[in-house]
């Protein structure tokens, strides 16, 4: 149950687009369909923006977007706001009712 | 509207116990598998339990395996978390999270999460 790994931050201005990266293994984010990314803001609980790689819940605006290859699953924000600074944490199934989370990544908007 | 209300966290010795409630509403309570979920000051967060809807299935990361474990009371809407023989690294914020329906794999609604304090 090693951590799923994602760069520790990013960054960038207003309007631009950013990736977030979350790398695991064919034990986890390799071997299903099932990253979900949450947004969390200091002191705050996490918020579900994404799930099953690519699926947005209802009222998470479409400027966030995922996607998936192999071992590696991403996080894009574009047209960023200020509103979008905050921590992200990517999180995958790992199989036997099991999931594993990244360590974070956080988000300055310029 | 869902609502998960955490209690319980407090400062507690190492090698003792505590033990966390989730007070759930908006929603059918036995319907959804629920967990518990930690951040260490600082740190990331750490998936920590899964019970199953009816109670009969729990599983647990093995960090606290042996140590913790996970119990619901549908009658009462709520989700326990038994912490025993705690260690400083078991400090941390406790969230109590909610399944989307039928599935275990990624989490709707949160709580806002209660502290626990593993210090002497």
């Known amino acids: 149950q090693s951590a799923l790994t994602q760069p520790r931050s990013v960054s960038g201005s207003p309007g631009q687009s950013v990736t977030i990266s979350c790398t695991g293994t064919?034990?986890?984010?390799?071997?299903?369909?099932?990253v979900s990314w949450y947004q969390q803001h200091p002191g705050k609980a996490p918020k579900l923006m994404i799930y099953d790689v690519s699926k947005r819940p209802s009222g998470v605006p479409d400027r966030f977007s995922g996607s998936k290859s192999v071992n590696t699953a991403s996080l894009t924000i574009s047209g960023l706001q200020a509103e979008d600074e905050a921590d992200y944490y990517c999180?995958?199934?790992?199989?036997?009712?099991?999931?594993?989370f990244g360590g974070g990544t956080k988000l300055t908007v310029l | 509207e869902v609502q998960l209300l955490e209690s319980g966290g407090g400062l507690v010795q190492p090698g003792g116990s505590l033990r966390l409630s989730c007070a759930a509403s908006?929603?059918?309570?036995?319907?959804?598998?629920m967990s518990w979920v930690r951040q260490a000051p600082g740190k990331g967060l750490e998936w920590v339990s899964t019970?199953?809807?009816?109670?009969?299935?729990?599983y647990y990361a093995d960090s606290v395996k042996g140590r913790f474990t996970i119990s619901r009371d549908n009658s009462k809407n709520t989700l326990y978390l038994q912490m025993n023989s705690l260690r400083a690294a078991d400090t941390a914020v406790y969230y109590c999270a909610k399944y989307s329906l039928g599935v275990t794999t990624f989490f709707d609604y949160w709580g806002q999460g209660t502290l626990v304090t593993v210090s002497s």
């Open positions: 019970i199953s809807g009816s109670g009969a299935s729990t």
């Open positions: 999180c995958s199934y790992a199989g036997s009712y099991t999931l594993v």
């Open positions: 908006g929603f059918i309570f036995s319907t959804y598998a």
């Open positions: 064919s034990s986890d984010v390799g071997g299903y369909n099932y």
